[in-house]
């Protein structure tokens, strides 16, 4: 196992992030939680007050955005600092709509096979085990947002950066049933 590096922050989506208006995106509907709750079928986010919120992707919510790969959503810092150099805009981390955000580079390649991340305060297998099931491919409303585009040919080219991986990774539990996440975890590649 190599190290990837940190959880430092934690959120879901309790509703769509974008509603019927053309290029609408609306971040302020993505809620930062102390703790995330997984299963194979998504996310809770938790509050330390008790509170829990499913996430929209989670295969059970009742306006379920889930195709079945994309019940969990990954993202590194490292993918917010690409998109800053690049578009010059202040993106700030969770903006992408990730459940998880990890202090570190990406992890998945495009056209490996797809890769299982560790999360665990030892390194051992404890925690989680969530494979990468292939990268969150953009939307036009979330590239307009992230990039300021303003022409077709501005969006085209934000949509090609954000493509392979530039959005993050849809991703899934995959071992054990269920497992609680906290910010502070390290994160391991899983060879």
């Not at 709750?37 to 929209?56: C, I, K, N, S, Y």
């Not at 999360?119 to 939307?139: K, M, Q, Y």
């Amino acid at each position: 196992m190599r190290r990837m590096g940190t959880v430092i922050q934690l959120q879901v989506q309790g509703e769509r992030l974008k509603d019927h208006r053309p290029d609408s995106y609306d971040p302020r509907r993505i809620t930062q939680v102390d703790a995330l709750e997984l299963t194979p079928d998504g996310a809770f986010g938790l509050w330390e007050t008790g509170q829990r919120l499913q996430d929209v992707h989670h295969n059970h919510h009742p306006t379920s955005r889930s195709r079945g790969d994309n019940t969990l959503s990954i993202c590194f810092t490292q993918q917010y600092e690409r998109a800053r150099e690049r578009f010059g805009t202040p993106l700030p981390f969770g903006c992408m709509g990730e459940n998880i955000l990890i202090e570190g580079p990406a992890a998945f390649q495009p056209g490996l096979p797809a890769p299982a991340l560790v999360f665990s305060t030892d390194g051992s297998a404890d925690e989680a085990i969530v494979s990468l099931n292939r990268p969150a491919p953009p939307c036009r409303p979330f590239s307009a947002f992230a990039s300021g585009a303003s022409t077709p040919n501005e969006l085209k080219l934000a949509l090609q950066f954000f493509s392979d991986g530039g959005r993050g990774y849809y991703a899934q539990l995959k071992e054990p049933h269920s497992a609680m996440l906290h910010p502070g975890l390290a994160v391991y590649l899983l060879d």
